[in-house]
């Protein structure tokens, strides 16, 4: 089975695939991975970039909060070990350091300034995903495939059973380009909502992968979710 994993800054996030495209999948069972294929469309890459410019300083002031809330937490490293474990914690808290409500004022902090990027993204998510079906069904027909599962649902599928980079080919074609800008009172859906947590999920698989250069991986994993209605 093929593993996925995605390489992101602080809001871009990139998904190189490997799969063969050209291999046929005739009358079988094959498998498509929904996040990956959304994720990696050109369509979401081009918000991405689009998204870092546009919030470009609350992406900056969320890198400076972040940076802070480290000083602050290094304070309550009694050890020295350079991370803050449970015993230190529970020790904070029973002598009501200041430094937890420091960070805790910290993360509402971050939380706000993150939400713009959020909204952004996920509105971009919301407008691909609403032709994923389209390009499902595109590729399904012309690969005369029968029937379609996620890949976590087999124990074993050789690559030729992937069919997630022709989706994505499909939605390229239909979905160019995406907006980033949400029309007032927009509530994101929950299908939206749910893509954009797995997306982030996979950015903390990168981050934790040592195949990944330190470079390319996160700093941080987002500290607020959108809600969806």
Do not use: C
């Amino acid at each position: 089975m093929k593993k996925y994993l995605v390489s992101a800054a602080v809001a871009v996030i990139t998904l190189p695939l490997a799969t063969s495209v050209g291999a046929q999948v005739t009358g079988a069972i094959a498998t498509a991975n929904p996040v990956v294929a959304i994720a990696s469309t050109k369509a979401f890459q081009n918000a991405n970039q689009q998204i870092q410019t546009t919030f470009k300083a609350n992406l900056d002031q969320v890198q400076a909060k972040l940076e802070q809330r480290q000083t602050v937490l290094a304070t309550l490293d009694k050890n020295h070990d350079k991370k803050v474990d449970q015993a230190e914690l529970n020790a904070a808290q029973k002598l009501k350091s200041p430094a937890l409500k420091q960070v805790e004022t910290i993360e509402g902090e971050i939380q706000k300034l993150q939400l713009p990027a959020q909204a952004a993204q996920v509105f971009a998510i919301e407008s691909i995903a609403r032709r994923y079906q389209d390009a499902l069904n595109k590729v399904v027909t012309d690969r005369r495939v029968g029937v379609v599962l996620k890949p976590d649902s087999f124990l074993y599928a050789p690559d030729a059973a992937d069919i997630t980079t022709s989706i994505t080919a499909a939605l390229d074609q239909t979905v160019p380009t995406v907006p980033i800008t949400p029309p007032a009172n927009w509530q994101p859906s929950e299908t939206a909502v749910e893509l954009y947590r797995e997306i982030q999920q996979l950015r903390q698989l990168a981050a934790q992968s040592p195949q990944q250069p330190a470079a390319a991986r996160p700093a941080q994993p987002p500290q607020n979710q959108p809600q969806g209605r």
